[in-house]
């Protein structure tokens, strides 16, 4: 993991190093600061790396123009977050689907940015998040180079379809380890998660996996079926209600939300990357599989014509809610994540595979979701795993509604009428959210503008009587 900082104008490197403090996190291995004529950028940097980190299939990287590499090289779906010091201009980049964070605000005119919010916060007036797909030039504004749009699916027969995606995962899996002879991959032991755990097995010496839940959790059951059957050195985090509670509070700093059903799955997601950070600086997450193979129950309520379209939304609308999820969390303790279903060989493919073949339904019996991608890697798993149905991750962790059924016996009725509206007009949600927010503002202060904070669509919402 890595992050990046800067201003967009020469001579302010003591600003730039009280935000690499804020981010240090990011990056336990060091940090370098490049001040030339135009602006000064930072980053910090993972343990066993160098700046600027350009040798990764993931990164956030700083560049002071020495380097003749050519830039439109850079200008694609490729996960990173990019900023460029040459002739006397910056240049940031963000790639196309919101992977890498990056944010941005303004000080008397000058462009200012952090990889986190946490970066920005005193120093401009409203933290925005730089948009996925773009690029901004010092002098020029900001301008579009990727946008994920649907496309004509391809008249691909099913065994095809199976073939193709499984060599495209087997791409994006390899693509990530390069020459790593050890890795991490997080395990629920749904087909997302322990799908990438088969492949990546087979391209490293040693992979541990890791798994969290409450004591009893269906995941741990599901997680050691997997690891065994892959043979891998499995390891488990097993926490009570009591350290859900205690996490909050940092879960939400690292996290900079507080949306409640991504709340609700960072907690778990934040104390098995502690875990992680004790074997491995890099773990594989299964994040992008539901959006790109109709995983979730809401999507068997739509229309045939109109389930590609809304795929392709829900694809889109990563960039501050999951992916953030999976950043903050493994960045809190400066490792990395690999999102193998969102590398460019699969997302290219997935979103041209007939919806039909996501949602496969034989007569009159219940939609499979994620059919194809059961039939690509119907060798690697264990059966019940293949055909295990899609659970969110902090059911299956056995946190359920433990959090918010807590939130509601903190937060009166009138409490929720009085706070539930935001400075910027905007409402929360329930009074799970409220007893977020309060967190949140605690860490952040009050902030009039939210529009960096992302929301979860199908988050419950407050009866009408509030």
């Known amino acids: ?17 009280k935000m690499l403090a804020k981010i240090r996190h990011r990056g336990p291995g060091g940090q370098k600061v490049i001040a030339k004529n135009g602006g000064v950028l930072g980053i910090v940097y993972r343990k066993g790396s160098s700046p600027p980190y350009l040798n990764r299939p993931r990164f956030s990287a700083v560049w002071d123009g020495r380097f003749s590499r050519n830039l439109d090289r850079v200008e694609t779906d490729t996960p990173l977050a990019l900023a460029v010091l040459k002739d006397g201009k910056v240049m940031l980049v963000r790639d196309g689907l919101g992977i890498s964070p990056l944010y941005y605000g303004k000080v008397d005119g000058t462009l200012v940015f952090a990889s986190e919010v946490k970066a920005l916060v005193g120093i401009v007036k409203k933290v925005r998040e730089f948009p996925p797909g773009y690029k901004y030039v010092s002098g020029e504004g900001f301008q579009q180079f990727y946008g994920l749009t649907a496309v004509e699916t391809l008249p691909l027969p099913q065994e095809e379809a199976a073939r193709r995606l499984r060599k495209a995962l087997e791409q994006a899996v390899s693509g990530y380890i390069k020459d790593q002879t050890e ?45 065994e059957h892959i043979g891998s050195i499995h390891h488990e985090a097993v926490y009570s209600v009591e350290d859900l509670w205690k996490a909050l509070p940092d879960v939400i700093y690292h996290l900079e939300s507080f949306d409640a059903l991504l709340i609700r799955s960072a907690v778990t997601h934040y104390l098995v990357s502690k875990v992680v950070s004790d074997y491995v ?41 999951a992916l953030q999820r999976v950043d903050r969390s493994a960045a809190a303790y400066g490792t990395d994540a690999y999102v193998g279903f969102l590398a460019p060989p699969v997302v290219k493919l997935a979103v041209r595979i007939p919806v039909e073949y996501k949602l496969y339904q034989e007569a009159d019996e219940e939609p499979v979701e994620k059919w194809i991608l059961r039939k690509a890697v119907e060798d690697l798993l264990p059966e019940d795993v293949l055909w295990r149905p899609k659970v969110k991750f902090w059911e299956g962790a056995g946190v359920e509604d433990q959090i918010a059924a807590y939130a509601e016996t903190q937060i009166s009725d009138a409490d929720f009428r009085n706070e539930r509206r935001l400075p910027d007009g905007s409402y929360l949600n329930t009074k799970e959210e409220l007893f977020y927010y309060r967190i949140f503002k605690e860490h952040f202060g009050t902030l009039t503008d939210l529009d960096f904070v992302g929301r979860t669509k199908g988050a419950p919402s407050a009866p009408a009587s509030f």
Do not use: W
């Open 1 to 17: 993991m890595s992050g990046i900082v800067g201003v967009c104008q020469t001579g302010e490197c003591e600003l730039v190093e």
């Open 183 to 227: 890795v991490g991959s997080l395990l629920s032991g749904g087909l997302d998660s322990s799908t990438l755990a088969a492949l990546a097995r087979q391209r490293v010496d040693r992979l541990h996996t890791f798994a969290c839940g409450m004591e009893g959790a269906a995941d741990l059951e599901f997680a050691r079926e997997v690891a």
């Open 281 to 321: 600086p890099a773990a594989f997450s299964g994040e992008g599989g539901d959006e790109l193979f109709a995983g979730y129950d809401y999507y068997k309520e739509l229309e045939p014509e109109t389930l590609n379209g809304e795929l392709i939304a829900s694809i889109n609308r990563l960039h501050n809610t």
